[in-house]
């Protein structure tokens, strides 16, 4: 058996993926942060569960908790807010349990800024507008951020920003990246997204702090900056559907030998259906070309078949 650390997702009960929920309607054993979940997550699980709040454990706790139940021959899982690869100390509970020799496994969940855009109904890179987004956190009673790791480094490029665990500091913050984005740069707050005390702030650098000291904003909290935020964002529009963009299929080619996607390549074969044939990729968004010899029916693997990648 194995320690499975499940993302929980933005904490509404709806908004996990079906592997989360055939593992929490497995289990013996469920961990979760109390703090960042809506209830009704837990009622995924069975009845005869025990479950555990980790929101007043420490980390030695918290370890000992799973290395135990694991022991005990239980299934386990460990329920992580948002998405088990951000903020989630994946790594030091893994860490311990491979010194305990207890095997884990992940399984991944949406994360917080992913429900929080959603919410907005924004996208967060638009085209010729931000086209790189920033996952950071700042510094007050936290672990220490990396040399070079500062918001004026990330602010400096224009991209798109998700800062997690900052809300306490909105205001501190807004005067930073306002010598940055400008002070009527576009500024979200989304707290508890997806959850039935969720708020949404909309404003600017000038007025985010006012609107969420107003509202009392503590702690489960997205801030998003930038200007693919706005509500009159103007971009260009993608390449990648663009109607002048290449997509002919030779003529005499069956469109399952000659177009293969690959998300932004397309697989173009001069083959017939019984795999005989070469293949070429044409030209993606990013601007590049590749040739290779066609396959032997999978995509990707060198040989005679249909259109390879």
Not at 34 to 58: I, M, S
Not at 231 to 241: C, F, K, N, Q
């Amino acid at each position: 058996m194995s320690v499975h650390f499940v993302g929980a997702g933005p904490g509404a009960a709806d908004l996990l993926t079906l592997r989360a929920v055939a593992l929490l309607g497995a289990a013996d054993v469920v961990l979760y942060p109390g703090t960042y979940l809506d209830a009704a997550v837990l009622g995924h699980c069975r009845p005869a569960a025990r479950l555990v709040d980790t929101q007043r454990l420490d980390l030695d706790r918290i370890v000992a908790e799973l290395v135990d139940a694991h022991r005990a021959g239980h299934t386990v899982v460990r329920l992580t807010s948002g998405d088990p690869s951000l903020y989630s100390a994946l790594y030091e509970q893994t860490r311990r349990l491979d010194a305990a020799g207890v095997p884990w496994d992940v399984t991944p969940g949406v994360p917080a800024y992913a429900a929080a855009a959603a919410r907005l109904g924004a996208e967060l890179t638009v085209p010729e507008v931000a086209q790189s987004v920033v996952l950071t956190r700042t510094r007050a009673r936290s672990t220490a951020m990396p040399p070079g790791e500062t918001l004026a480094a990330f602010a400096a490029t224009g991209a798109t920003l998700a800062l997690h665990l900052a809300i306490t500091r909105t205001r501190e913050l807004a005067a930073e990246l306002a010598g940055h984005y400008g002070s009527r740069c576009p500024v979200a707050v989304v707290a508890h997204a997806s959850q039935p005390s969720e708020v949404v702030l909309r404003g600017t650098l000038a007025d985010i702090g006012d609107r969420v000291e107003a509202a009392g904003l503590r702690q489960a909290a997205v801030i998003l900056v930038g200007p693919a935020l706005g509500a009159d964002v103007r971009g260009a529009e993608s390449y990648l559907y663009d109607p002048s963009r290449e997509r002919s299929v030779p003529a005499g080619t069956t469109r399952a030998a000659a177009v293969h996607s690959t998300g932004d390549d397309v697989a173009v074969g001069s083959g017939a259906a019984d795999g005989s044939g070469t293949g070429t990729v044409a030209q993606s968004h990013t601007g590049y070309d590749r040739t290779g010899a066609a396959d032997s029916g999978a995509a990707g693997t060198p040989g005679t078949g249909s259109a390879g990648t």
